[in-house]
């Protein structure tokens, strides 16, 4: 195969050069189990898009996947791309009106199912999709929906290239040109992917090979690791975060992907790393913010000794390294990146992560950026606790229209990575990309003395007050968060006046209320509601004060990287 530029930022070439290099390592697998090697997985591949392209899967024609994390997941999806067709992830946490939608409007014929996921295509199933595969080779009531289990149609596939290698007698399996496989080029999509942001507009980013790849080079360049190293997977493949950097990415070093077959709970994640051992992971803020209140504060809190060390700033790092040597642990004696994305991490738990030493970076972007726009480098000492660490490699950020006191303005940014544009919405594309091909992020921002990015919000979410002061609702919400027994929070605004709206940790009110009457109970939430509240109001300009802590009885509704989606609650 050429190696021209425009070939080696393909996706296909990334696989090519890896089963070359690395054709007998782990390439892929369920965490504490086999996996496959780089050698079995491309051949799955090859031959499940042979198998697609005898059913008329052409250059072009869009294939659905609806599943969660599985190694059968990656397999169709480069199966997908091999032919130039290109591959629509959908969201495992989609509600069924949205995933309809999807594989309407992209007239999918053939989708890669889950069990789990089933029931929310019945009723498409006789008028467009063609051919349905349980990734999971699960069997669906056949007077309800007719399947074909995966393993059936690899074992098809494999008859389907059997016929084909008699046709042609080259014995060299690993050069894809010996399959009638089209051409495929950098600038090609590979995949359109649905946003499911915060403001509520899902639209769909036409993301090319190339977007895709820039941004998982450029994460090879910054990580150092060995060929066999074992990256973790807890977040789904089918947004662009675990997509690129945790998927192509280590495929591209030659590293095993094991991917978390369950909800990644803190024992969960615990007893994956102690059998894997993982040099990489990559995780959403959620995640760590729960492993700290939950395995963290408590040490501290409980203990008489370390509270009181953590009153002083020497006796605080000395603890927190204590602690972040145990949290190493945790995650099995091995790691040595923890990229953080998705949302913002909370100031707290990031400088407990600082001051422990714990071997973590932030990362900012936007499916639109496939994704990332800024984080790291690795190693940098001048990344500041609170910031998105410097422009990410190959990537251009700039601050527009800065306030001149604050320097605050909103972030653009400008790479390979940038997509295409949105399917079938020329006004939106218009409104996200200039015509010199900058992203309009709708995030707002600014650079500090040494090049670092701190991310204020989204310009959407700016509350302007009576007296004309901009109020960002994020970093109040980082101080209500901070307490142990919230889980999360959202500031909103009510007639001019701020309110967070809390939904507690029920399981600490619980221990903590245990043999008292709902009365007590009800003071007690009462209470913490009102400390926390004279509390986070000190920290704050008047303006930006609380008037009222309300509790919320239920979570609140969130992206796939567990960010609340705000338009759901402007109105409470």
Not at 69 to 91: D, E, H, K, M, Q
Not at 437 to 449: A, K, P
Not at 543 to 564: D, G, N
Request: charged residues 25%; aromatic residues 10%.
């Amino acid at each position: 195969m050429a190696e021209s530029n425009d070939v080696r930022m393909t996706l296909n070439y990334v696989l090519d050069n890896s089963v070359e290099q690395y054709a007998d390592l782990p390439a892929i697998g369920v965490a504490a189990k086999e996996a496959l090697t780089y050698q079995e997985f491309y051949d799955r591949i090859i031959a499940l898009a042979g198998q697609l392209s005898s059913e008329g899967v052409k250059k072009g024609d869009r294939v659905a996947i609806l599943s969660e994390n599985s190694p059968n997941w990656g397999t169709a999806y480069f199966a997908i791309i091999r032919l130039g067709a290109i591959a629509v992830p959908i969201l495992p946490d989609l509600p069924e009106a949205d995933c309809h939608h999807i594989l309407n409007e992209m007239e999918v014929a053939v989708l890669f199912i889950s069990k789990r996921q089933l029931e929310k295509v019945y009723e498409l199933t006789q008028k467009r999709l063609r051919r349905i595969v349980t990734l999971d080779d699960s069997v669906a009531t056949q007077e309800v929906i007719e399947v074909t289990t995966f393993t059936t149609y690899l074992e098809e596939a494999w008859a389907t290239q059997v016929a084909d290698k008699d046709k042609n007698k080259s014995k060299n399996k690993n050069d894809a040109d010996n399959f009638p496989f089209v051409n495929v080029e950098e600038n090609d999509i590979a995949s359109i992917l649905y946003t499911s942001g915060t403001s509520g507009y899902s639209k769909a980013v036409m993301l090319s090979h190339k977007n895709l790849t820039a941004n998982a080079y450029g994460a090879a360049t910054m990580i150092s690791v060995d060929p066999g190293n074992v990256f973790l997977s807890v977040l789904p493949m089918s947004h662009t975060y675990e997509f690129t950097v945790g998927f192509v990415m280590p495929l591209i070093k030659g590293c095993k992907v094991a991917y978390a077959d369950k909800t990644p709970t803190p024992a969960i994640l615990e007893r994956l790393c102690a059998h894997e051992k993982p040099k990489v992971m990559f995780t959403v803020p959620l995640i760590m913010e729960k492993i700290y209140k939950k395995r963290v504060l408590p040490k501290i809190e409980k203990s008489f000794l370390l509270s009181s060390l953590c009153k002083f700033s020497f006796g605080r790092k000395f603890v927190y390294k204590k602690i972040g040597a145990k949290l190493l642990t945790f995650f099995g004696g091995n790691l040595e990146l923890m990229g953080i994305g998705g949302a913002a991490l909370n100031p707290d738990v990031e400088r407990f992560l600082k001051e422990a030493g714990f071997p973590y970076l932030i990362g900012y972007g936007l499916t639109e950026s496939a994704p990332l726009l800024a984080g790291g480098p690795v190693g940098d000492d001048t990344i500041a606790v609170g910031s998105t660490g410097k422009p990410f490699p190959g990537v251009q950020v700039k601050i527009v229209d800065p306030d001149p006191e604050t320097g605050v303005g909103e972030i653009y940014g400008c790479g390979p990575n940038v997509m295409l544009g949105y399917y079938n919405d020329p006004d939106a594309t218009a409104e996200a990309l200039t015509e010199d091909g900058w992203l309009i992020t709708g995030d707002l921002g600014s650079f500090d003395e040494l090049g670092n990015l701190h991310i204020c919000g989204r310009s959407k979410n700016v509350i302007v007050m009576s007296n004309g002061e901009n109020v960002y609702p994020e970093p109040i919400e980082h101080k209500v968060n901070a307490y142990s027994w919230v889980v999360e929070s959202l500031v909103v605004e009510n007639n001019g006046r701020l309110d967070a709206w809390v939904y507690p940790d029920y399981e600490f009110i619980d221990n903590a209320t245990e043999g008292q009457p709902r009365t007590k109970r009800r003071e007690f939430i009462d209470q913490l509601s009102a400390t926390m509240r004279k509390e986070v109001n000190a920290q704050l300009s008047p303006a930006s004060r609380l008037r009222r802590v309300v509790e919320r009885r239920e979570p609140f509704i969130k992206t796939a990287t567990h960010k609340i989606k705000r338009y759901l609650y402007s109105n409470d």
